[in-house]
């Protein structure tokens, strides 16, 4: 398993998402025709500094899920690291357009449609807030992923909802399980269950 990917190789995977993040805001934005933007390309970690840092926790875990997807950037990292990966989104466009990314990169990361909140947990259960970002009118993905089975988890918490990521590990997850976020200002922090 490699500990870490080859600079250029990390680049090309970089430049590659980029190119289609942008192509996606492109389509959406001549479909929007000026309705608001979304949050169409946007990726959940700095790509560099994400790659370090599960490259650095590899020894000490093997199976890496991501809460929340998108276009499979981080999912795919984790995949090319060695980890058993799979990475959970409620569009069903973004997961198409992960397998595609991660087939260009010969990776084979799994990634699933729908929402990474149990079936009848709510977010107003896990979070105390009135606007939030997370999706949680899909169907849950837990039919075919369980978050207890993953031993590092990721997500990118949107302002407000720092804690729903720990609540809803505390609640679901497992003994020695940890939780890896990342916030631009604080950089990666970290969660034991």
Same mark, same amino acid.
């Given at each position: 398993?490699?500990?870490?990917?080859?600079?250029?190789? @990390?680049?090309?995977? =970089? /430049? %590659?998402?980029?190119?289609?993040?942008?192509?996606?805001?492109?389509? !959406? +934005?001549?479909?929007? &025709?000026?309705?608001?933007?979304?949050?169409?390309?946007?990726?959940?970690?700095?790509?560099?500094?994400?790659?370090?840092?599960?490259?650095?926790?590899?020894?000490?875990?093997?199976?890496?899920?991501?809460?929340?997807?998108?276009?499979? @950037?981080?999912?795919? =990292? /984790? %995949?090319?690291?060695?980890?058993?990966?799979?990475?959970?989104?409620? !569009? +069903?466009?973004?997961? &198409?357009?992960?397998?595609?990314?991660?087939?260009?990169?010969?990776?084979?990361?799994?990634?699933?449609?729908?929402?990474?909140?149990?079936?009848?947990?709510?977010?107003?259960?896990?979070?105390?807030?009135?606007?939030?970002?997370?999706?949680?009118?899909?169907?849950? /993905?837990?039919?075919?992923?369980?978050?207890?089975?993953?031993?590092?988890?990721? +997500?990118?918490?949107?302002?407000?909802?720092?804690?729903?990521?720990?609540?809803?590990?505390?609640?679901?997850?497992?003994?020695?399980?940890?939780?890896?976020?990342?916030?631009?200002?604080?950089?990666?922090?970290?969660?034991?269950?």
């Amino acid at each position: 398993m490699p500990t870490a990917l080859d600079d250029d190789r @990390l680049e090309r995977l =970089i /430049a %590659d998402a980029a190119r289609q993040s942008q192509r996606r805001r492109d389509v !959406r +934005a001549a479909a929007r &025709e000026g309705r608001g933007s979304g949050f169409d390309g946007f990726v959940a970690a700095d790509p560099r500094q994400l790659h370090d840092e599960l490259a650095r926790r590899r020894g000490a875990s093997s199976s890496f899920l991501e809460l929340g997807s998108g276009q499979g @950037l981080v999912t795919i =990292i /984790a %995949d090319l690291l060695g980890y058993d990966a799979c990475g959970i989104e409620s !569009r +069903a466009e973004l997961v &198409e357009d992960a397998e595609d990314l991660a087939a260009r990169h010969g990776a084979a990361p799994r990634f699933v449609v729908g929402s990474f909140l149990p079936r009848g947990e709510e977010l107003g259960t896990l979070l105390d807030a009135d606007f939030h970002v997370t999706d949680d009118q899909a169907a849950s /993905a837990w039919d075919e992923v369980r978050l207890r089975d993953f031993d590092l988890v990721y +997500a990118f918490p949107w302002p407000g909802e720092e804690e729903l990521f720990a609540a809803l590990l505390q609640r679901h997850g497992r003994k020695g399980q940890c939780l890896l976020t990342w916030q631009s200002a604080e950089g990666f922090t970290e969660l034991f269950v």
